[in-house]
């Protein structure tokens, strides 16, 4: 069972302090790592749903982080926290005279900021740095060039924007594909080399590919490596399938699910459904129906005021497993990893009206919006993003690994090292319409993004399965 602190204020809880892993560039290959690290999500569903909707304004006292890594900005080196993001592109920080960061709660201390006319590298670009996040986050101010580091390597003069207003106390590193940066979507500009492809025009890399393992749930701490997989983060062999493409353009990380079975009880076959691979969401989104029938299997409540659904916390020993498959392969997500665990900020768990304790269960209706394999999926996979190639390569997690065999990707077609490309893999024909190319709308975070109001329609379908579930706190 995992344990999600829930309705506990956790913005200052910092798991594991552990150190960079760097490769040396000279003799070992081309491949930069860094730690990832992990801070609960205090409430991962009011997360999920204001990351899904596009209205609300993020409280920032309560903003609930996901996986972080370090890096410094300027000459001399200021240090910043920033979330990864696979569903934008673009790099900002915040920085110390803005509105947002000059409150007297301090939201920027935190993560960090920048002043640029503190560093001697800094060169300014222009004032139409501008990007909104679909929970309705966002900043704007300058594109402006200068020296950045993480991981033991220094990219100089990297593009990236600064937040002279800002809603959001912690800067971002987008490392999605170039035709989501706002400047393209939203300037009309042409697309400039944001982090991962400055790491490959600078020889410090050599394809436009990582790798994210985001490792146990209860270890909060795992992995990003850029130009490399880490052959003992997984197990078996990494299998290579197609992005899909929307409209033509490869802009997400959009794969096919075509199975999904709950231990032998068929949940979907022959399914031809993209679903979007995102680590800025806690929860796993699926169609409605599916998540019906899964409900009824566990014996989900579904909560309509959360938009999500809760399960005797028992069901976490339940040997039983759910099984993703990708045409080839199957990614096994054990019970364990669906069943979150939450904690009031008194210490106490909910339970049912019967006494039973109640957990959050990690999978919730899609309604009208993208369906997203989010963290409850993701902790079970090893995913490379080939955005070079525009594929993605995954395999069976291997949990709380500490032996590591970093190789290098090369450039070109089959550079995967150990992977294997997927014969005959299915094109998705469902689950494509209700995505947006977010390069076109200047959106960041693409990943849960909608257009129609998702919760209305999640509390409409809801009611068709709602069986009043009380929880008492
Ligand atoms: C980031 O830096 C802070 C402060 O030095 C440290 O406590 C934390 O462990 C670091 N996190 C990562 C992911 O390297
Ligand atoms: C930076 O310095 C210049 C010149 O002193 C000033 O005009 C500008 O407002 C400063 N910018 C910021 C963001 O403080
Ligand atoms: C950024 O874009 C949003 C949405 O288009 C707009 O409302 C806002 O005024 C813009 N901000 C700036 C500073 O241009
Ligand atoms: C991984 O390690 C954590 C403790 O750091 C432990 O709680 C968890 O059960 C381990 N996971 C697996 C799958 O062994
Ligand atoms: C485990 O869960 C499955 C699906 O909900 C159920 O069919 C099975 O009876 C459960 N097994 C145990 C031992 O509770």
Known sequence: MKTTSFLAVAASIIVSAEALVLQQKQNGPRVVGLET???PAVNPIHRDRLRRRGTVVVNLDNEETLYFINA??????????????????????????SQLCLQQ?????????????????????????NISYVDGSGASGDYVSDTVSFGGQKLDRLQFGIGYSSTNGQGILGIGYTINEVQVGRAGKPAYPNLPAKMVDDGLIQSNAYSLWLNDLDANTGNILFGGVDSEKYIGDLETLPIQAERGVFAEFLITLTRLQLGTQNIGGDLALAVLLDTGSSLTYLPDTMVQAIYTQVGAQFDSDQGAAYVPCSLARNKTTMDFTFSSPTISVDMNELVLDLVTSSGKRPTFQNGVPACLFGIAPAGSGTNVLGDTFLRSAYVVYDLDNNQISLAPTKFNSTTTNVKEIGRGAGSVPGATVVANPVAATAGISGTSLMGSLGLGNS???????????????????LTGVMLVF
């Open 105 to 129: 709660s301090k939201p920027c201390q935190y993560a960090g900021t920048y002043s640029a006319n503190s560093s001697s590298t800094y060169e300014y670009i222009g004032s139409y740095f």
């Open 37 to 39: 690290e992990r801070r």
């Open 447 to 465: 990943a849960t993004q909608s257009f129609t109001p998702v919760m209305g329609v999640i509390l409409a379908t809801a009611t068709a399965f």
């Open 72 to 97: 410094t900005v300027g000459t001399p080196p200021r240090s910043v926290r920033l979330h990864i993001d696979t569903g934008s592109s673009d790099l900002w920080v915040n920085t110390p005279g």
